[in-house]
Structures are given as C-alpha cells and as structure tokens.
C-alpha cells in the first residue's frame, strides 16, 4: 500500500514518527535520545585531537563536529552513561601534534595512539584524565620531557612511551604512581637516574626487569633484592616458579628502558655486592648462576631465585625481589579441555597484538590475526576492559556458554590465555571473515557475496540460533545478532560468533531484565524500551540480519536522508515493499544476478521476525521451516492483514498530525547518529 506524501516528510517529522512507532518502543527511543545532551565539550575535544592529528578527509570522517554526541564515532568506546572512556587511533598515518583539550575528557580510561607520525611533546594537560588506566603513545615522534603531570593518574597500570624522541631523565612522579604495572620508556633520548621509588612496591609483589645493553647495566642496576635480568627467562624456569606454590606470576610488572643512557642511582660493581646497612641483607645466602647464550640470555638457576625468596619470606627483607616473566598466564583461572595458551605463545602469533593484524573492534575488544608455530591461523580475541563492571563476567560468560554450545554454524572456541591483566580467547581464523564485510567492506578484487551464498548464511545462522535457543539447556540468548557477528569460513558456511553479550537464561524464565546492550537498528523495541529479552529479542536481530543480506546495507544509514527519511533499514524495505519496487531493495552488487522469488521470500520471513510484538514473532525452527518452504504463506497473509490496518492507523495519525506540523518546526533540531 503507497501512502501519497510518504517520503517527503522533514527530519524532525521523521523523529517523531520513529519515536512513534510503536508503543513499545517509545521510551526506549526516548533513553537513546536523552544521550545526546551530553555536555559539547566532549565533541569538542576529539574534534580538536582530529584536527591536531592533521587528519585527512577521509580519515574519522564520521566525526561531525555538528553532533552533540560522539558515542557513535568510529574508534570512540563510550559506558553505558553515554561517557567517552576509550579513544583508539593506532598505525593511521597521523602526522600532526596532540591537543592538550583531550585532557578535559575526566571519565577517558584508555588513549592509544601508538603507531603514528605524531610530533611535538606530550601535553602536561594530559595529567588531568582522572580515569586513565591506559596511555599508548608507542611508536610515534614525540619529543620534549615526560611531563612530571601524569604523575597525577593514580589509576595509571600501563604507560607506554617507547620509540620516540623524548629527553630529559624519567620523572620522580611516575615512579610514585601506586597502580602502574607497565612501564615502557625504551629507544628514546633518556638520559639521569631511574627514580629509585620505581622499584619499590608492596610487599609479595616479585619483578624481573630485562635491560639492554647487558654489560652496562649489569654494572650499574644489579644489586640486592633487585634482580635484572637481560632477556627472558627460559620456559622450563617459567614452568617451574608457576607450579612452586609462590604464585609469582600473580603479581608480576614489567619496565623497559633499554635504547637510552640511564642509569639505576648507586652503582654496584658486583652483582652480590650491597651496602645495604642491613644485617640481615648479610645473612642472606642466593644461589644464582648468570650465563651467557650469544651474548644476551641470562639464565637464574631456579634453586637459587626460589631459595632467595623463600629466605626473603622468613627473615623479612626490607625490599621484595621483583619477578617479571612477562607473558605467563594466571594460575587462578582453567577450563575444561580447552586449550590454554601462554601470553608469550600469542604474542608471537600476532606479531605483538600488531594493528595490522587487527580483525575488528567489538564490544568487548578487539580481535586479531594470528599464526601459530605449527602454522595454524587463529583469530584471538583480546578483551580490554575484563576488571571495568562486566568485563571478566563477560570472559567467563563467553567460555562457559561456548562449551556447552557445540554446532557447525557455531564459532568453536579452541583456547584461551589469561594472566593477570589480560583475558584473552583463541578461535579459528575465519578465512572469509564476516558477512558484514563481504556485504560492505570488499576491497577491489574481493568476491562478491553472491546469492546463493546468501541464502546459505541466512539458513545456517537461523539453525545456529535455533540450536541456542531449543537445544542448549539452560537456552542461550545472543542479544547481537547482526551480520558484523556472523562469520564465513572458507566454503562461505554462516558461523555466528561474538557470544561477549550473550546471556544464559533458565529454562523457568521466559525473559530476562537485564542492562540494555547491542547494537541500534539491530535491538528489539521491547529489549530497548524494558530491558527485558527472550529468544524473540535475537529473531529481531536476525530479521534485520535477513534484510542487510537483501539489501547490503546497514540497520541504520543517515546518507538516505538525502532521498527520503527512512533511516531505519527496516522502515526503508517496508515502504520499498510496499510498492513493489523489489529491484530497488536488492543489493546492486548482485547485479540482478538472484531469483524475484526467492528474494521476496527472504524479505517475508524478515518482517515476520521484525514484528512490533514478540509474541507475534516466529521461532528460529519456525523460521528455519519457513526458510525451507515450509508455513511461509500462511504467516505472510496474516502479518498482511494486520499490516494493512496499522498502515490505515497511521495514515490517519499523520492527517492529524500535518495539522499541527507548524508547531513542531518549531523545536529544535534532534540528530540521531547511526549504528555501527
């Protein structure tokens, strides 16, 4: 049915409409457009950092300076409360300087930019982000002097400054800092004493510091109760202090100076050598034997460094021996048979956890490429945020869930690697990545997603869903079905991945109230408006999967307002539908190479499960049954009907409505910013 004068409406009119749509809906909308009264200085700032960092015009071109909001930015994480917490601009090219505006952003608790061209010094404003766990400015070049202001981030685990230009000596500030776990200052211009409060930490706390050139420092950092080591430790010590009961590898912290003239305060030539006034320092008896492996390894013979501590322990030394074998998983946490791997082993795999190995972004971190040793490619899965509220449940959430569900179309979890700052899961590479990329993120030379592929991955994700949500006891839940989370292997086969919002259910609860998380354009209304969700709440996400397989496009685009004022993918096709325009629906990349019938058939069972009211959704074996060819007709002609009496509703709302339209002009503007 085509409504004359549909299409043609202003953008508040259309707000309004969406807002809307459907009683269920209604106060959810609302929440999401409360968020964009945050205060502009938040927009204001990053687009200050973008301006300073020289960005071109096609780089965060998503960052419209007109918007209130900057949640929905590309490379911008923000909490629940609609606060900026994570700005992420690794290996892009930027060349300019770094804003000191930035340090107006109070709730930032990580800033990477590593990677970069960035010159200039690092402003002393920074010293004012009150939240900063993480500050990555690696590989850039930077110069001027460590502002002694960071010392103002208590919350500062990890400070990354290596492979730039900085001079001056490391301020005194820094090494007071309580909760810094990671220091890294090497292959800078350094120069001056390491402030000695840098190796004093709590008690039971054990550090090994690896330092270049060996000879220089063995002189100059060596002594008693601090012991330095050139490179790492080898596995067979690594496995032996992890099963001795000292728990060492809980409580490790790793410093890097290496590549500047530094020096550690006193020297001592000698590396037992001490005038440490102490009289129990003397009665101390460590066994240790400092080899040389071509020039660089040092080896600590295990007996000596356990004898040490345990000798430490009972005669209580004024100063811990620090014990940093950087990269060894935590002892607290295992699983089942699931493959555990040590940090090392992926950092290998991943060249470092290199950007240019970085898969995607989601809601839980990020996840990267990998190569094993035995050459198996892997796709692991690095979690950023497991100690913020929800983030180590999500870890745990996300291996229990993936244990239990065992399915072809389900991504199989292989291993996993915790340590105590990390959380980390091991999945098979997707050799054809995701179906969002494959729809809108090809690069020339890329194949296309042809038809039949398409109805391949429309089928085997509906059977992955309904394998969840009928065949696991308890059910599970998605709660971000979408086609960035469902993954093609190397025969093009619908895998659906990213259980990190997924939420076990009791079999007694129809429907769990829960913190609103996902996707806008892909959440249910009554998920967004109650916060309550069921296994209907993922059949909405996968008819709006359905419709981006159809169409390629995304659940919410902007860009169409230039045409017409249907934003939502969902509204777009249902006005298209209606007027029977089903070459304009279809993806253009398909090149009318697909079958009307069959098309219209996927676009059916979409808005079946896309229906305002759960109740009136089908279930996922429903919709497989249908998607086979099965009970389609009958559940078409009803929605029909009943889509034909709220179109006449409407119609005579929006009769009312042109009536007052003068009024409404009148307010101010609303932008909504689109999904991701």
Known sequence: MHTKGYGIWSRKLWVFRVITWNNAIKDGIGLWASAFNLPGFLRDALYALRASLNASSTQLSDWNPNQVNPCTWSNIICDNSYNVISVTLSAMGFSGFLSPRIGGLKTLSSLTLQGNRITGEIPKEFGNLSSLVSLDLENNQLTGQIPSSLGNLKKLQFLMLNQNKLQGSIPESIAN?????????????????????????????????????????????????????VAQLPSNVHKGVASSGTNLLNRIHYFSFSGNDLNCGVSFLHPCASNNNNPVAHQSKLGILIGSVGGIIVILLLGGLLFFIWKGKQKGYKREVFVDVAGEDDCRIAFGQLKRFSWRELQLATDDFSEKNVLGQGGFGKVYKGVLGDNTKIAVKRLTDYESPGGEQAFLREVEMISVAVHKNLLRLIGFCTTPSERLLVYPFMQNLSVAYRLREIKPGDEVLDWPSRKRVALGTARGLEYLHEHCNPKIIHRDVKAANVLLDEDFEAVVGDFGLAKLVDVRKTNVTTQVRGTMGHIAPEYLSTGKSSERTDVFGYGIMLLELVTGQRAIDFSRLEE???????????????????????????????????????IQVALLCTQGSPEERPTMSEVVRMLEGEGLAERWEEWQQVEVNRQEEYDRFQRRFDLGEDSIYNQDAIELSGGR
């Open 564 to 602: 017409e004022d249907d934003v939502l993918l969902l509204d777009h096709v249902k006005k298209l539908q209606r007027e029977k325009r089903l070459s304009a629906i279809v993806d253009r990349n398909l090149c009318r190479n697909y079958v009307s019938e069959e098309v219209e058939m996927m």
């Open 177 to 229: 800092l309580p909760n810094l776990i990671d220091l890294r200052v090497a292959s800078n211009n350094l120069s001056g004493q390491i402030p000695d409060n840098l190796f004093q930490v709590a008690k039971n706390k054990y550090v090994i510091i690896f330092f270049q050139p060996f000879t220089y420092l063995f002189q100059q950092c060596v002594r008693i109760y601090e012991i330095i080591f």
